[in-house]
């Protein structure tokens, strides 16, 4: 940074520089590399990364408060000590994306209230102890271990923390129970852990909370009552882990503002509750991979925000004083699992596969016209597919694998224009598949199992009737057999060589009288 003056430029002017209009002081450097791309004389269009190590250069910067290198080349090294003091003036510091290694120090110096975001790199090493002034903390994707409770725990004064990000890291043990402290708190990601025991109660304490993701950990037992007291709940992402007991009913009435439920793969059983059809902003509901019995709702038409087409946002996203940030989730859509982000407000979705639910699949189904994904596979669903499933014209996605589904398919299928997945194998479906493009673009497996026929079914062989097979082996027995015939012409050829002389000479007339004269004698 020495020589940035030393063409007698202005820097203020330089791209990703910024300054105090009325000082001219450096105060933003927005050094983070993207897929955009930057016009410059020997670079008209290409991405800039920053490589080399870390400058003490930047500590010149007195009036600095914001400063991102995220997603550059800088060497993987450990974070130098003196960096770390930046964050005593910074407000916003992202280094994510890079390769940085090495222990993360307790960051309790700030004086202004911070974001920082250290993740994706490969830090060790337990969790840092921070000030009370951190806004935001984002060390997701690491290798921090150990547990929480340092980090949470024992606690004097309030926190103003409202975004906390822990995700992919190897931290382990039980979740403390000591939230008290943290009422702050917008949102809590900690999934793609180590953690085991219980959901806190003391989570309930958490009044502000939008977004809560505790995915792909060993947590076990009950969803706590006290979550009832966190009426913001936009998000409740529960999946990939061993919880039991029935899915309470009061989420349905106390959480009216949920907009994503993701239950999947636990071990809930009980019925799925009537009450939630009362979330009127639900647009992501997975119950997928549990033990779930009893009939689907058939109020489930009351979910009012699978019914709209009117594209909103297609982000979901939280507020905080720091700004809108946004919410993700990962979805089995399409038989894939997905990751979605930017166009997260854009899904729409019913996944209850892999149950035990019986009954038939409610008409009031057909009534979510927003419907992009329905997923009913693997449980034990009769009756018929509903006449009017052509009504959800939005529908991508339809999965009804592997029930007892009866009857024909609905003609209206033929109109979901958008379908591109479709599985209807191993049930008790029958008759003809409607003709139609989108039917038949599917391959043959999209019907297995079935007594469906027509394409894109490979035609079966035409059967022979029995009358044919019958006279097909008359037939065969019309045909020459010359075995046969070859013994018959011998036998005649060796008679009439021994008949012919005895017949046509006198010798041969006085040896028949004589055989005859014996026989005559003999019979008598």
Not at 165 to 175: K, P, T
Request: proline share 4%; charged share 15%; with cysteine.
């Amino acid at each position: 940074m020495s020589d940035w003056n030393a063409r007698n430029e202005d820097c203020c002017k330089w791209v990703r520089v910024f300054c105090n209009i009325v000082t001219g002081h450096v105060t933003e450097l927005q050094l983070g590399s993207s897929n955009d791309t930057i016009a410059s004389p020997s670079n008209k269009a290409g991405s800039l990364k920053l490589g080399g190590k870390l400058s003490p250069a930047l500590l010149d910067l007195k009036h600095l408060s914001y400063l991102d290198l995220s997603n550059n080349d800088f060497d993987p090294t450990q974070i130098p000590d003196w960096f770390w003091n930046l964050t005593s003036h910074l407000q916003y510091l992202n280094i994510s994306g890079n390769q940085f290694q090495g222990k993360i120090p307790d960051l309790l110096t700030n004086q202004a209230s911070l974001v920082l975001d250290l993740s994706c790199n490969n830090f060790t090493g337990s969790l840092p102890g921070i000030s009370l002034n951190m806004t935001v903390l984002d060390l997701s994707n690491n290798v921090l271990s150990g547990s929480m409770s340092q980090f949470l725990c024992h606690k004097k004064h309030q926190m103003k923390l409202e975004v906390l990000n822990l995700e992919g890291n190897h931290l382990s043990g039980e979740i403390p129970d000591c939230w008290e402290k943290w009422r702050s708190l917008v949102a809590i990601e900690l999934c793609n852990n180590n953690f085991s025991g219980g959901i806190p109660s003391s989570m309930g304490a958490l009044t502000s909370l939008e977004s809560l993701h505790l995915r792909n950990n060993h947590l076990e037992g009950e969803i706590p009552d006290s979550l009832t007291n966190c009426t913001q709940l936009l998000t409740l992402d529960f999946a990939a882990n061993h919880l039991s007991g029935e899915i309470p009913p009061w989420m349905g009435e106390r959480l009216s503002k949920l907009i994503i439920i993701s239950f999947q793969s636990n071990r809930f059983h009980g019925h799925v509750p009537e009450q939630i059809c009362g979330l009127s902003s639900l647009q992501i509901l997975d119950l997928s991979h549990n033990n779930l019995s009893g009939n689907i709702p058939s109020c489930i038409n009351n979910l009012t925000a699978m019914i709209s087409r009117k594209i909103s946002c297609s982000k979901i996203s939280y507020n905080t004083s720091k700004g809108c940030f946004f919410d993700n989730m990962a979805l089995m859509v399409k038989g894939t699992m997905l990751d979605y982000s930017n166009t997260l407000g854009l899904i729409k979705l019913v996944d209850l596969s892999d149950n035990n639910l019986s009954g038939e699949i409610p008409e009031e189904m057909t009534m979510l016209t927003g419907l992009l994904s329905l997923n009913l596979s693997k449980n034990h669903l009769v009756g018929k597919i509903p006449s009017n499933i052509g009504a959800i014209k939005t529908l991508e996605c339809v999965d009804l694998s592997e029930n007892n589904l009866s009857g024909k398919i609905p003609d209206s299928m033929s109109e979901l224009s958008f379908l591109s997945y479709l599985n209807l194998s191993y049930n008790n479906l029958t008759g003809q598949i409607p003709t139609g493009t989108q039917l038949q673009s599917f391959s043959a497996s999209s019907f297995l199992g079935t007594k469906l026929y027509g394409p894109p079914l490979p035609t079966p062989k035409t059967l022979v009737p029995a009358s044919n097979i019958v006279g097909g082996q008359v037939d065969s027995r019309k045909q020459v057999n010359w075995n046969f015939i070859w013994m018959e012409f011998g036998f005649w050829c060796g008679f009439l060589c021994v008949a012919c002389p005895l017949l046509f000479t006198n010798s041969g007339d006085a040896c028949i009288f004589r055989i005859l004269t014996k026989l005559k004698i003999k019979h008598f």
